[in-house]
T-cell receptor, first 115, second 115 residues
Framework: AQSVTQLDSHVSVSEGTPVLLRCNYS??????LFWYVQHPNKGLQLLLK??????LVKGINGFEAEFKKSETSFHLTKPSAHMSDAAEYFC?????????????FGPGTSLSVIP | AAGVIQSPRHLIKEKRETATLKCYPI?????VYWYQQGPGQDPQFLIS???????DKGSIPDRFSAQQFSDYHSELNMSSLELGDSALYFC??????????????FGEGSRLTVL
């Protein structure tokens, strides 16, 4: 069975410092993994995705994530936080079933950026 | 590029009333997902359709029903509304046959308020 764990419900960083949002998953297959960002009262925007190609994935706005199969992790990082990065971040796992993709969201991590 | 269109964006209903939300997927996408996001919660999967057939079912209440039509748009019907149904309802679409990644493309959401 699938599951997604985001180890921190809330992360607070100072502007200009690195960001680390942690995600661990369990899956019976070889999943696709995604990070989505949600700004207040907005929809969900794809940051980046892992689909069994390169294990280090680069996304939009300077974010990247590394897939580590041995650790079942897909942590999201950014070298230098910007005020506009303050948002909710969701780690998502997708397993391909016979006729559909089973998509599970993590509980989310709220990122605050302090000026 | 065309995105997922949801309507209405905002809806206010009284308890025990009925509401219908509509979702228009990205052209040539064959799969539609519905998610419910309560205040401060992560998106909860309700139901999905592939090629107009229900493909997966999540935590959708019996008072809710949904379908996907021949033009691939989908409607979520909610009856006997309760206060707890107040939430942001997201629709997402994907291309199951045209993609191996399971990437979901989200609409902006429909915010339902039940008074």
């Amino acid at each position: 069975a699938q599951s997604v764990t985001q180890l921190d419900s809330h992360v607070s960083v100072s502007e200009g410092t690195p960001v680390l949002l942690r995600c661990n998953y369990s899956s019976s297959y070889s999943p696709s993994l995604f990070w989505y960002v949600q700004h207040p009262n907005k929809g969900l925007q794809l940051l980046l995705k892992y689909t069994s190609a390169a294990t280090l994935v680069k996304g939009i706005n300077g974010f990247e994530a590394e897939f580590k199969k041995s650790e079942t992790s897909f942590h999201l990082t950014k070298p230098s936080a910007h005020m506009s990065d303050a948002a909710e971040y969701f780690c998502v796992v997708s397993d391909r079933e016979t006729s559909y993709d089973k998509v599970i969201f993590g509980p989310g991590t709220s990122l605050s950026v302090i000026p | 590029a065309a995105g997922v269109i949801q309507s209405p964006r905002h809806l206010i209903k009284e308890k025990r009333e009925t509401a219908t939300l509509k979702c228009y997927p990205i052209p040539r996408h064959d799969t539609v997902y519905w998610y419910q996001q309560g205040p401060g919660q992560d998106p909860q999967f309700l139901i999905s359709f592939y090629e107009k057939m229900q493909s997966d079912k999540g935590s959708i209440p019996d008072r809710f029903s949904a379908q996907q039509f021949s033009d691939y748009h989908s409607e979520l019907n909610m009856s006997s509304l309760e206060l707890g149904d107040s939430a942001l309802y997201f629709c997402a679409s994907s291309s199951f046959t045209g993609s191996v990644t399971g990437e979901l493309f989200f609409g902006e959401g429909s915010r339902l308020t039940v008074l």
